[in-house]
C-alpha cells in the first residue's frame, strides 16, 4: 500500500496568515509549483501549502477519499489504484511535485472530462482557510443538495483567490477493466463530424482527440464493450495507446512543445475547425481546442466568440494583463461579492485570475 506523508500544518499555515494580514503584506499560494504559469502575474510574501498532506479518511467502499490539500497528486493516484479506483476527472500534474490542492486549485481536467466530469464534480466538501485566518468548513463527504453557493466546488478553479485549501473529500470511481484506443486517417472536419454522430449512440468512449490528420479514440469499459466498440468504430489499434492519452494530458505530444503561446479555446463540441492562422488540437470530443502560435489575443477571443465559446491564454505571451475571457459586468460583481465574503482585505493571490479580483 503506498505510503503517504502525514503532517498536520493548519495551525502553523493559520499563523501565517494572520501574521500576513497584521502586516497587510499579500500572499501567494503555492502548493507544488507545477502550475505557476497558469493565470496572470502573481506576487505577495509566499505560502506554501506543499507540506500539509496525508489522508484524512478513505472508504473504498464508499468511493470517497479525504485527503489535506498538500497531498502529492501522484500519491493519491497511486493510492486509489491500489483500490482499483481513480479520478475520473483525469487531472494534468505538470510535474512530480503537483499537489491535490493545486488540481482544485486550478480546476484542469484532462482528456475525459466530456465524459468523467469536471473536477468541480469531484469536489465533495473542503475545509479552507480564509483571509481573515478563519478555518472554514463546507459540503461533506456525500453529494447533497442546497441553496446559494456551493461553496466547496466554487474553490475549483479559483486558483486560490477564495481561500487556502486544507483538505478536500473527492468522489472517486472504479477503474475500468479494459481499454483500447484505435487511430482513424481522417480531417478535421470529418472527424468533428463522427464524433457529433458516435455522441448520440452508447459507445464507450472516454477520450477523443484529432491532431495532425489522426483522430484518437480511447475506449473504456467491460471487455465486450469495448472490444465490439472497436470493430465498430474501424481504425488501428497504435501501440502506445496509452502513452498518447497520458502525453496529451501533460503536454508532452510535440504539439506542445516551444515557446510559443498556448491557448485554450471552449466552443460547442460540434464548431468546426476554427479559422485561425495557427497549429490546432482539438479535444474532449471537439469542446476543447488548443491553439499553438503568435495569434493575436483579439483574433483567437472574437473567433472564440463568434462559434459561441471563450478562449483564454494558457501558457506564454504577455501574463501581466487579461489571460482569460472577459467578465460581464454582472458576473464580475459575483466574483467581487465572493471575494470580498472569504477574502475581506484581498490577501490571496490578488490579481491572479483577474486584475479587479
Same mark, same amino acid.
Given at each position: 500500500m503506498p505510503e503517504i506523508p502525514d503532517s498536520d500544518r493548519t495551525e502553523a499555515l493559520q499563523a501565517e496568515v494572520r501574521a500576513a494580514l497584521a502586516d497587510r503584506e499579500p500572499l501567494a499560494v503555492r502548493g507544488g509549483g507545477t502550475k505557476h504559469f497558469y493565470g496572470r502575474e502573481g506576487g505577495g510574501r509566499p505560502l506554501d501549502v506543499g507540506?500539509?498532506?496525508?489522508?484524512v479518511s478513505y472508504e473504498p467502499t464508499e468511493?470517497?477519499?479525504t485527503v489535506r490539500a498538500g497531498t502529492r497528486l501522484a500519491e493519491l493516484e497511486a493510492l486509489l489504484a491500489a483500490h482499483?479506483?481513480?479520478? #475520473?476527472? /483525469?487531472?494534468?500534474h505538470f510535474g512530480a511535485a503537483a499537489t491535490v490542492g493545486g488540481m482544485v486549485a486550478a480546476g484542469l481536467a484532462g482528456p475525459r472530462r466530456p465524459w468523467g466530469g469536471a473536477v468541480r464534480d469531484a469536489v465533495l466538501g473542503a475545509r479552507v482557510l480564509n483571509g481573515a485566518g478563519e478555518v472554514l468548513s463546507f459540503?461533506?463527504?456525500?453529494?447533497k443538495n442546497v441553496a446559494g453557493y456551493?461553496?466547496?466546488r466554487l474553490m475549483a478553479?479559483?486558483?486560490g483567490t477564495l481561500g487556502v485549501l486544507l483538505e478536500v473529500s473527492l468522489k472517486?470511481?472504479?477503474?475500468? #477493466?479494459? /481499454?483500447?484506443?484505435?487511430?482513424?486517417?481522417?480531417?478535421a472536419s470529418t472527424a468533428l463530424a463522427r464524433l457529433a454522430r458516435w455522441g448520440r449512440q452508447p459507445l464507450p468512449i472516454t477520450g477523443a482527440a484529432h491532431l495532425e490528420g489522426r483522430l484518437h479514440l480511447r475506449l473504456a469499459g467491460n471487455e465486450a464493450a469495448v472490444a465490439e466498440a472497436a470493430e465498430r468504430l474501424g481504425g488501428e489499434e497504435p501501440a502506445g495507446g496509452p502513452e498518447f492519452w497520458a502525453d496529451l494530458r501533460e503536454q508532452r505530444l510535440d504539439f506542445f512543445v516551444g515557446e510559443a503561446p498556448l491557448w485554450r479555446v471552449s466552443v460547442p463540441p460540434a464548431t468546426p475547425p476554427l479559422d485561425l492562422d495557427a497549429p490546432q488540437l482539438i479535444d474532449w470530443g471537439g469542446a476543447q481546442r488548443w491553439v499553438r502560435g503568435d495569434v493575436p489575443d483579439e483574433v483567437v477571443r472574437v473567433a472564440a466568440a463568434e462559434a459561441g465559446g471563450h478562449a483564454a491564454r494558457f501558457r506564454g505571451g504577455d501574463r501581466s494583463g487579461e489571460v482569460f475571457a472577459p467578465l460581464s459586468g454582472p458576473l464580475l460583481t459575483v466574483h467581487k461579492t465572493l471575494k470580498r465574503a472569504l477574502d475581506?482585505?484581498?490577501l490571496l493571490n490578488p490579481g491572479r485570475m483577474y486584475g479587479a479580483l
Open positions: 507540506g500539509h498532506s496525508g489522508v468511493l470517497v477519499v482499483g479506483q481513480q479520478l #475520473a476527472c /483525469e487531472p494534468p459540503g461533506g463527504e456525500v453529494m456551493d461553496l466547496s478553479g479559483s486558483l472517486v470511481l472504479p477503474r475500468p #477493466a479494459a /481499454e483500447r484506443t484505435r487511430v482513424l486517417e481522417v480531417d475581506p482585505h484581498g
